[in-house]
């Protein structure tokens, strides 16, 4: 009950539009909720009426309207990571039959590209390591979601150049030891380990195994480095408890 209470809201106000003022935008949910309710209609969880309900929501979304992505101009002069969240959801739409508008993933998209540098890392604003790889994932979720804009040439050179930088981020014991914003949570292991998976699974396809081997060793060591922290009492969310 209490999930489907918070998924009725949720889906809901994302339809609705905007979030309260100095609260943000639905950047960082429409694509977790679209996930969420395409699981929860495979697994059957819920009566088909419910599931119904909510995609009928999301399917409702405006982009304009939902993400403050919508006030942005494009060519701002500093990059912005969170749009690139709300292009991941939609095309996460537009993959799973909710909506979705291709022209405002294609547009972010484009505009983005601006602000990935020579190693094909993502410059996010003071460069902490943490945005680099959690932003190129979202990148990533566009591309495996069916984006075939124009730009996608040029996103995917950019993430083939950031691939062994990506493994170089990396220290012996599995942590990413590189400071700014953000860099002690234990979710940053989880996220470096989803990007080297995607380039496991890109390279295995291209018959490059042992480039693939190298990524899922990587991915490997990032997850077991959680163990010891999530076996501490009580368990914090981050390192160093800040």
Request: glycine letters at 8%; aromatic letters at 12%; hydrophobic letters at 40%.
């Amino acid at each position: 009950p209490v999930l489907v209470r918070m998924l009725t809201a949720a889906c809901r106000d994302a339809r609705k539009g905007m979030m309260p003022p100095k609260s943000g935008g639905n950047e960082f949910s429409v694509k977790e909720l679209v996930l969420a309710v395409v699981e929860l209609e495979k697994a059957g969880t819920f009566p088909k009426e419910t599931t119904d309900r909510w995609r009928a929501d999301l399917t409702s979304v405006v982009a304009t309207n939902c993400y403050t992505t919508g006030r942005l101009k494009i060519g701002e002069p500093r990059a912005s990571n969170w749009v690139v969240f709300a292009a991941a959801s939609e095309q996460a739409r537009l993959a799973y039959g909710m909506g979705g508008d291709a022209a405002f993933v294609e547009r972010y998209v484009r505009d983005q590209l601006r602000w990935f540098d020579a190693n094909g890392m993502y410059k996010d604003p003071h460069q902490p390591a943490v945005y680099d790889f959690v932003t190129r994932l979202q990148f990533m979720h566009v591309l495996d979601w069916g984006y075939d804009g124009p730009s996608r040439a040029a996103l995917e050179a950019q993430l083939e150049r950031s691939a062994e930088p990506t493994l170089k981020m990396q220290s012996a014991c599995g942590e990413i030891p590189y400071g700014g914003r953000s860099n002690q949570f234990l979710h940053n292991n989880t996220f470096y380990a989803a990007v080297c998976e995607w380039y496991a699974a890109r390279f295995a396809k291209r018959g490059e195994t042992g480039k693939a081997a190298r990524f899922a060793a990587a991915a490997r060591r990032a997850t077991e480095a959680l163990r010891p922290w999530l076996a501490e009492r009580p368990v914090s969310h981050v390192k160093n408890r800040y």
